[in-house]
């Protein structure tokens, strides 16, 4: 492996556009510590362990990532600290550096890798688009807050930095195990604390490790894309007319959702097939 941070995240300032598109079209990931209260991070984990169990009592409520690790998309309403969070001046400052001033929040869920949870194998998200591949353009972004203090026995997120540039050939979304040397030499093990956030672009190489410890490591996940990107077609953003109007129009003005009259359960499209076996360790 090649690197621990002990922060999870790696500083970008205030929001600095020069640092945000060094540390973006560089690394691939950048953050910023403590960007939330504890107070709102607890919120956020009671607001997710609820969903979770929810979740696991509804057929495809729950989508299996490996081995005890599963992932759920939420409407953004059952989350107290929605709003917060997408008009935190971090996230929109790094958003509109990225993808434009017309930027779109499309998905809002979180991973819960439980006790007992595998190795990933290493991989990106989805199929680098066009405009990544030909005009060397990120078009969308992945933005991560956990909800605990992330210790190395945890199954904390590994990340070759750089590799949301990569080509290989076979499957686009998981490399040969023959490039994986490559990738171990690369890795960065991120140990976020509450209060942290990160955003990444979702092509970078990346895994979850073995969650070795009795605790699970839930993660709240919000994707946004640039106006022609296409990841809103994977998710079913949702909000009820009430919740939607009560937004601000700062806020409203960015979601790529469907406004419904009640809510309607969720059934989430991105599956990932490759990630259901998990690796053993050494893998």
Same mark, same amino acid.
């Given at each position: 492996?090649?690197?621990?941070?002990?922060?999870?995240?790696?500083?970008?300032?205030?929001?600095?556009?020069?640092?945000?598109?060094?540390?973006?079209?560089?690394?691939?990931?950048?953050?910023?510590?403590?960007?939330?209260?504890?107070?709102?991070?607890?919120?956020?984990?009671?607001?997710?362990?609820?969903?979770?169990?929810?979740?696991?009592?509804?057929?495809?409520?729950?989508?299996?990532?490996?081995?005890?690790?599963?992932?759920?998309?939420?409407?953004? @309403?059952?989350?107290?600290? &929605?709003?917060?969070? /997408?008009?935190? +001046?971090?996230?929109? *400052?790094?958003?509109?550096?990225? =993808?434009?001033?017309?930027?779109?929040?499309?998905?809002?869920?979180?991973?819960?890798?439980?006790?007992?949870?595998?190795?990933?194998?290493?991989?990106?998200?989805?199929?680098?688009?066009?405009?990544?591949?030909?005009?060397?353009?990120?078009?969308?972004?992945?933005?991560?807050?956990?909800?605990?203090?992330?210790?190395?026995?945890?199954?904390?997120?590994?990340?070759?930095?750089?590799?949301?540039?990569?080509?290989? @050939?076979?499957?686009?979304? &998981?490399?040969?195990? /023959?490039?994986? +040397?490559?990738?171990? *030499?690369?890795?960065?093990?991120? =140990?976020?604390?509450?209060?942290?956030?990160?955003?990444?672009?979702?092509?970078?190489?990346?895994?979850?490790?073995?969650?070795?410890?009795?605790?699970?490591?839930?993660?709240?996940?919000?994707?946004?894309?640039?106006?022609?990107?296409?990841?809103?077609?994977?998710?079913?953003?949702?909000?009820?007319?009430?919740?939607?109007?009560?937004?601000?129009?700062?806020?409203?003005?960015?979601?790529?959702?469907?406004?419904? @009259?009640?809510?309607?359960?969720?059934?989430?499209?991105?599956?990932?097939?490759?990630?259901?076996?998990?690796?053993?360790?050494?893998?």
């Amino acid at each position: 492996m090649g690197s621990s941070s002990n922060s999870g995240v790696t500083d970008s300032g205030a929001g600095e556009v020069a640092d945000i598109m060094r540390g973006l079209y560089g690394d691939g990931i950048i953050g910023c510590r403590g960007a939330f209260s504890p107070e709102l991070v607890a919120q956020l984990r009671a607001d997710i362990d609820q969903l979770f169990e929810e979740a696991q009592g509804r057929p495809g409520g729950a989508l299996n990532r490996g081995p005890n690790r599963f992932y759920v998309e939420v409407h953004p @309403e059952r989350l107290r600290c &929605f709003v917060e969070i /997408a008009s935190h +001046p971090w996230v929109t *400052a790094v958003c509109k550096a990225v =993808l434009g001033p017309a930027y779109r929040i499309v998905e809002v869920g979180f991973d819960v890798p439980g006790p007992g949870a595998m190795h990933q194998p290493w991989h990106r998200d989805f199929k680098s688009p066009p405009e990544t591949v030909e005009g060397r353009r990120l078009s969308s972004l992945a933005f991560n807050i956990t909800t605990v203090d992330v210790t190395e026995d945890m199954g904390p997120f590994e990340i070759a930095p750089g590799t949301q540039w990569d080509l290989f @050939e076979g499957d686009p979304m &998981f490399p040969d195990k /023959a490039l994986w +040397p490559r990738y171990e *030499a690369l890795a960065q093990r991120k =140990l976020p604390k509450v209060g942290d956030i990160s955003a990444r672009s979702a092509l970078t190489i990346h895994r979850g490790t073995a969650n070795q410890s009795d605790k699970s490591r839930p993660v709240l996940v919000l994707g946004a894309d640039a106006p022609d990107a296409t990841n809103a077609i994977k998710h079913d953003l949702q909000m009820s007319r009430a919740y939607y109007d009560s937004l601000p129009e700062e806020v409203r003005r960015h979601l790529a959702c469907r406004v419904v @009259e009640r809510l309607e359960p969720i059934y989430q499209a991105h599956t990932i097939e490759g990630l259901t076996m998990g690796v053993t360790m050494g893998g």
